[in-house]
Nanobody
Framework: QVQLVESGGGTVQAGGSLTLSCAAS????????MAWFRQAPGNEREFAAA????????YYADFVKGRFTISRDNAKNTVSLQMNSLKPEDTAVYYC??????????????????WGQGTQVTVSS
């Protein structure tokens, strides 16, 4: 089993920054393909960013490109999402997700078997 615990959510003013962290309890963190998703009230859960096993490759949804950075520290079993230039429309619950290996559904929620509990990010205007 893989347990994912998220932290770092909170309330920030528009234009501000937050960094979310996800700590994974697993003996093989470097085998996990990691991602962040988000879900705003009334919306579908949507892909935000993903990072491969080594951290050498990252992928971003258009709405976060240039503002958010996903990274991982395999020595500490953590993945982070640095969020800059936050907008009110970024307000959502952000979820950490993981899967062993990868698949054609890496950009979809269905591609991940492990999920964190979510952390609320609220951007005020």
């Amino acid at each position: 089993q893989v347990q994912l615990v998220e932290s770092g959510g909170g309330t920030v003013q528009a234009g501000g920054s937050l960094t979310l962290s996800c700590a994974a309890s697993t003996r093989s963190f470097s085998d996990l393909y990691m991602a962040w998703f988000r879900q705003a009230p009334g919306n579908e859960r949507e892909f935000a960013a993903a990072i491969n096993w080594s951290g050498a490759s990252t992928y971003y949804a258009d709405f976060v490109k240039g503002r958010f950075t996903i990274s991982r520290d395999n020595a500490k079993n953590t993945v982070s999402l640095q969020m800059n230039s936050l907008k009110p429309e970024d307000t959502a619950v952000y979820y950490c997700a993981a899967t062993y290996g990868s698949s054609r559904n890496w950009y979809r929620g269905s591609g991940y078997g492990y999920w964190g509990q979510g952390t609320q990010v609220t951007v005020s205007s």
